[in-house]
């Protein structure tokens, strides 16, 4: 499969908006119930997954489906991509000295974040790229699209089908 940039582009916003919620919920938590760096950032890493591998699997149920099938796209798809963003993103808010700590009130919590999840993006798009370009990742989710009757209509390479599964998602 040669895969496009866009597609890896694509699929890589898709495991951004599960990071990023995970992420903010995370803190949001963390903050409610003052919780120490550690918890927080495990917490935060553990919500990525649930929300990117939850992106996955409600689309691929709402394709027609089954729930085995749903669960075994998401954890093919999103694995690794969630796993390099989170290192990524919780690695450079490691670095930036007060952001573990910074609570949500504060700039530095915020701008830490957005631009952690900006660098864990474009670090993640050529992991996707070659993952995809290998039928790995994301490319599990298109085979499904692509291969399936009537769910994504078994044209072109199952992109279409992908992007009726982002759109349904709102992303």
Known sequence: MDTSWKMAATATRHCLTGCAAGEIVGMILAAAFAWQNLTSVTVSFVLAFVFGYSL???????????TSTAVKAALASDTVSILVMELVDNGFIALIPGALSATLTQWLFWWTLALSLAIAFLVAV???KWLMDRGLGHAKVHELHGHSGGHGGGHGDGHEGHEMHHTAQGH
């Open 126 to 128: 050529p992991v996707n």
């Open 56 to 66: 996955t699997f409600w689309g691929v149920k709402k394709a027609g489906f089954s």
